[in-house]
């Protein structure tokens, strides 16, 4: 339930920037990193995918990160979108500017009917060739006997997801969106969800808001790194809470 006074704050909001993290698709059933009953809840098993996930893997061994990259996509196709990711599409339905970052890479948010959405580490079903730069879409027939790098059709070269690996840097033209709809004009409220918030260019877009005096508000289960920065830090799940939020922007 959420909070009389944040009720009553969320009824002159007009624009909403909203930051998720793993933790949206955690009910989708897409197992997190970080926090409670992530992949880093088993150190050795977090650094293997790390590991596997890497750019410098990737260019030394394409197979091993593609054998981690197949599991992720397949789970991505069978996943659903959940309570969370509905409530985001339809308060972007409402509002006459709303903007979603999300560091997910499993294309749940516009499954659900999100529109403007940056998808800041890319999307784990997208290809790109490391030869000619030719870029495409795995399929879902392609994905079921998927286990190590596929070639492109093109040139014969290998594909690489076109997906921010670990160690390599972020598209720019993303950046520059995320600057604009984040750092130009802050949206009258921020909402940050399911993520931990380790990475400074997810944490920094709500602190930013919070500075410059707009309403912010987190939604997680466990503290984290901009709890004590945001206006409100509500303890819960975003299937559970952002719904409740977007019943409030929508009304």
């Known amino acids: 339930m959420l909070p009389d006074d944040l009720r009553e704050a969320l009824r002159g909001v007009r624009t909403m920037g909203a930051i998720t993290g793993a933790g949206v698709s955690a009910e989708s059933g897409i197992q997190t990193y970080r926090g409670k009953g992530g992949l880093y809840d088993d150190p050795a098993e977090g650094d293997r995918t790390v590991d596997a996930l890497s750019g410098p893997t990737l260019r030394r061994d394409p197979d091993r990160t593609w054998h981690v990259v197949a599991e992720l996509a397949r789970r991505s196709v069978a996943a659903r979108p959940n309570p969370g990711h509905e409530a985001l599409a339809r308060i972007e339905d409402a509002l006459p500017r709303f903007v979603l970052l999300t560091q ?49 059709e093109s040139c014969g070269g290998t594909l690489r997801p076109d997906a921010v690996l ?86």
């Open 104 to 152: 997910n890479v499993d294309g749940l948010h516009r499954a659900a009917g999100s529109r403007n959405v940056i998808d800041i580490h890319g999307d784990v079903l997208d290809t790109r060739c490391m030869t000619c730069d030719a870029t495409g879409r795995l399929t879902p027939a392609a994905l079921r006997e998927l286990d190590a790098a596929p070639a492109c």
């Open 166 to 251: 670990f160690g390599e840097m972020l598209p720019p033209a993303k950046v520059a969106r995320m600057q604009a709809a984040f750092y130009d004009d802050p949206p009258d409220l921020v909402v940050i969800a399911g993520t931990t918030a380790v990475f400074p260019y997810i944490a920094e877009p709500v602190v930013w808001a919070a500075q410059n005096g707009r309403l912010t508000i987190e939604v997680n289960p466990e503290p984290t790194f901009v709890s004590e920065a945001v206006g409100w830090s509500l303890r819960g799940t975003a299937g559970g809470l952002l719904p409740e939020i977007a019943d409030v922007l929508t009304s």
